[in-house]
Every structure is written in structure tokens, then in C-alpha cells.
């Protein structure tokens, strides 16, 4: 018996796993490694040749474990940058290796070629080296990854570009063939690289982009069917470059105009039709903030009560309101939609490691269905009471780790919903008014006095 289950088990996962197919050959891979911000950025052009007999339609991708805890998000693109779709995948004999599995719109014939590009975002994989420096010294970083396109598959051809913030360049691994042009490092091209080839490069540079982390975001985003949201948002930063080594002086930082490490402001972008906007923290509100109105959006800066070193953090408030009617329609079904980000812009190259949002909706709702942009774990629903709110209002809460720029999509949420509901609130106000003016008549009208006054002693 235990021999049936083995086997089953075996097939199983023979069946489960994809097969490498040998003959499917990347023509030519143009590589970009983007080192210009804290988050590392590489894109990777392959052309694919079909080398077979036969046509093919499936072609696997591979992150490299070093990195893989990072990786933020993956994207796939054909030549006209239309999204190519893809899903997880395990290669046979190789359980160790994060795979892809990608589906070509149209099978590529034999003798056929095709572009696909791919570009993948890695969070913390910059490393301050050293880790600790003084107020008015420079930032360096040091990156670590492979000159090759980590690939189950034969590469005829191959360059990898490394753009960096700086040229400005402590040392890097120097292969051959490669070449340094202002802040550009060129490896290759190199020939004929075998299926799982890894090339170790380390590039020690210095690096004075904000390392500005968010470690936990919380949205609250709550509709109201009378023409408005209400959005606003908790969060906590801080710097995860190098740390300040030995005391800050604010003297020597005004008088230097600052330090390169260090963050004195960043710009947030909120909606064009954003209005109501208040920035807070603990200690009430900060009036060090500009808004400047775009014709796409409203472009906030924000400036902290203090300046952030590394290793030092922060935490404030932002809200606003935005008009209902861009965002919440009505179907044909009857049903209403809501569309709204899941996450909005904090600041460019922005990485949060943990997202919460919490969508309130109104009173009475039914039949909910939530669809997000990408894969969310959705905690339990929760429950809130509003002013004169008899029926508790519905939460959705949804959080999401690890995320970027990238993930910044919109969500969909459906749900059933009476229009007499909108009158629910005004007419318990009504009723609630009505029964004070009641008791106030009565209190006017009638005597509660136990001794009767001269006029009442008279009749």
C-alpha cells in the first residue's frame, strides 16, 4: 500500500513539474542592471529561437535564490510591451530553483524567433558598505549578482549594463570582456554561455539616494453614497542606509547645506481632484508641507520635523478626500463598483514592507465580492459604527508585503446596495430631533413643583 501512495506521489510530481525544452536557445539577451536608486531594477531583452522540430508556446524563466527574498515583482512583456502572462512553475530536478512559466501569445514555430522582455525588482539588495558613516561623509553601497542571465536554457550571445547614481566608483569585479563609461559598467559581450551559468559581480559605488523605507503603512479608505471619500493614511519610515556614526550637529548641517545621505523632504502624489489635505504627526500638525496643483495630479512635499540620518525613523498622518463619482459607478446589473488604488505613490522608488489597507463601506451593504490586482491575503472583516450609524458598517482589510512603485494598481470591490439606506442617517437625526422637541414641549408645559405659587392659592 505505502508502495502505491510512493508511486502515485511520484507521478504526481513528475506530472507537476515542467521539463526544460533543449531546444529553445536565447538568440541574444540585452541585459540592464539599474543601480541608480535603493531599489535594483534589472531588465532583461531575450530574443528566443526555436531550434526544434516542433513548435512551442511555454518558456521558463528562473530568479536566482541569493536574491530571491527580495524580489519585489516580475513582469513580462512581448516586443509590442503588452503584458505576457505567466505563472509559477518548478522545473524537474530542480526543486531549489523559483521559476516562471511563461505563455507566448502565438507557439513559435521551428526556425522561429521572438522578443519577450522581462523585468524584475529587487528590494534590499544594496548593501551600505561601510555601515556606518559620519554626518558629512559620502554613502557607498556595494551590489552583489551575476554578470549572466541566470537561464535554463543555452545563450549565444550576451551584455550586461550597470547604470549607477555615480561615477564615483570604489572598485568592481573586472571581467573580461568589460569596459567603465562615466557611470556605466559594460560586461561583454560574451558568447556561447551554458544553461545556469553564474558569473559573480560585486560593484562598490557610492550611492546618495534616499534610502527611505516604509515598515508599515495603514490606508483607510471609507465611501459614502452622499458624493465623497474619505482616504488617509498611517505611516511609520525610516532610513535603512548607512547610520550616523558619532553625535548630529545642526550647526554643521545648515552651515554644509545638509548632508547627501540624509532626507529632508520627499514629494507625494495624490489625485488631481484631491481636496481637504491634512499632514500630522503626534505632535499635531505640520505646516512644513507645499501642494502644488498639476493638471493630472497634486504633487504634495513634505518635509519631516527633522532631518532623517540613517538608522533614525519617523511616523506621520496623511488624509485627504477625493469626489465619489470618479472612482464608485453603477453596472448594468445594478450593482455598484468601486475602483481604487490599493496602494498610492508615497515617494519615488518607494519601498513599503508592509501594507494594510482597510476599505469602510457604507451602511448596508450585500453580496461583496473583492477582486485585487495581484495575489493579497484578506484578513477578516471587520465591523464599524459612524455617527447615528444603528447598522454597523463593513471593513475590508487586505495586506500585502514587499511592495514598489509597480504595485501600484487598482483593485475592484462589488456589492449590492439599497438607495433608501441613504436616507437611513437623516431620518434617525429627523426622529432623534423630534423626540427632544417632544420632552422640551412637555418639560415647558407641565409643572413638576411639589409647592403651589401664590396664583394657583388664589383660585
Known amino acids: 500500500m505505502w508502495k502505491s501512495i510512493l508511486l502515485l506521489l511520484c507521478i504526481t510530481y513528475v506530472h507537476g513539474a515542467e521539463k526544460v525544452n533543449k531546444q529553445i536557445i536565447n538568440k541574444n539577451v540585452e541585459r540592464s542592471i539599474d543601480l541608480t536608486s535603493q531599489l535594483v531594477k534589472i531588465s532583461s531583452v531575450i530574443t528566443i529561437e526555436n531550434a526544434g522540430k516542433e513548435s ?32 509559477p512553475a518548478e522545473i524537474e530536478g530542480r526543486k531549489d530553483l523559483t521559476a516562471y512559466n511563461v505563455i507566448l501569445k502565438q507557439p513559435l514555430d521551428s526556425g522561429r524567433a521572438t522578443v519577450i522582455t522581462v523585468e524584475t525588482i529587487f528590494t534590499k539588495s544594496l548593501v551600505p558598505h561601510p555601515t556606518s558613516i559620519l554626518q558629512k561623509e559620502k554613502q557607498l ?31 568592481y569585479t573586472k571581467l573580461k570582456p568589460s569596459s567603465q563609461s562615466d557611470s556605466t559598467i559594460t560586461y561583454g559581450p560574451f558568447q556561447d554561455i551554458q544553461s545556469y551559468s553564474n558569473e559573480e559581480i560585486v560593484v562598490h559605488y557610492e550611492n546618495n539616494a534616499p534610502f527611505l523605507t516604509v515598515s508599515r503603512l495603514e490606508r483607510n479608505i471609507e465611501i459614502s453614497h452622499w458624493g465623497n471619500i474619505a482616504i488617509e493614511e498611517n505611516i511609520e519610515i525610516h532610513h535603512t542606509g548607512a547610520k550616523l556614526k558619532g553625535p548630529f550637529s545642526r550647526y554643521d548641517y545648515q552651515r554644509d547645506s545638509g548632508s547627501a545621505h540624509s532626507i529632508k523632504s520627499y514629494r507625494t502624489i495624490l489625485p488631481a481632484a484631491a ?92 453580496n461583496i465580492r473583492v477582486k485585487t490586482p495581484y495575489e493579497t491575503k484578506r484578513l477578516d472583516d471587520g465591523v464599524t459604527y459612524k455617527y ?21 494598481q487598482d483593485f475592484e470591490i462589488k456589492y449590492e446596495w439599497k438607495f433608501t439606506l441613504l436616507f437611513h442617517e437623516p431620518l434617525l437625526l ?27 392659592k388664589k383660585e
Open 56 to 87: 512551442v508556446q511555454n518558456y521558463l524563466i528562473v530568479v536566482e535564490s541569493p536574491v530571491n527574498g527580495n524580489l519585489s515583482i516580475i513582469t513580462v512583456k512581448d516586443a509590442l510591451k503588452e503584458d505576457v502572462k505567466f505563472k
Open 141 to 171: 553601497v556595494r551590489y552583489f549578482g551575476n554578470a549572466y542571465l541566470y537561464s535554463p536554457y543555452n545563450t549565444k550571445k550576451q551584455t550586461t549594463n550597470v547604470a549607477l547614481s555615480s561615477r564615483s566608483i570604489e572598485n
Open 275 to 366: 481636496h481637504s489635505i491634512y499632514y500630522r504627526d503626534s505632535n499635531g500638525n505640520i505646516s512644513t508641507s507645499n501642494v502644488k496643483t498639476r493638471n493630472e495630479w497634486t504633487e504634495l512635499e513634505l518635509k519631516p520635523r527633522f532631518p532623517l540620518f540613517g538608522g533614525w525613523q519617523s511616523s506621520y498622518t496623511l488624509g485627504y478626500s477625493v469626489p465619489s463619482y470618479q472612482y464608485l459607478y453603477k453596472n448594468k446589473l445594478g450593482e455598484y463598483v468601486l475602483n481604487m488604488r490599493l496602494i498610492d505613490h508615497v515617494f519615488d522608488d518607494m519601498h513599503v514592507e508592509e501594507l494594510e489597507t482597510s476599505i469602510v463601506l457604507p451602511v448596508g451593504v450585500s
Open 388 to 408: 447615528l450609524d444603528s447598522i454597523g458598517r463593513t471593513i475590508i482589510k487586505l495586506r500585502k508585503n514587499n511592495l514598489v512603485e509597480q504595485h501600484i
Open 430 to 456: 429627523t426622529l432623534a430631533m423630534f423626540v427632544l422637541f417632544v420632552f422640551a414641549i412637555i418639560y415647558v408645559r407641565l409643572d413638576f413643583s411639589l409647592k403651589k405659587t401664590e396664583h394657583q
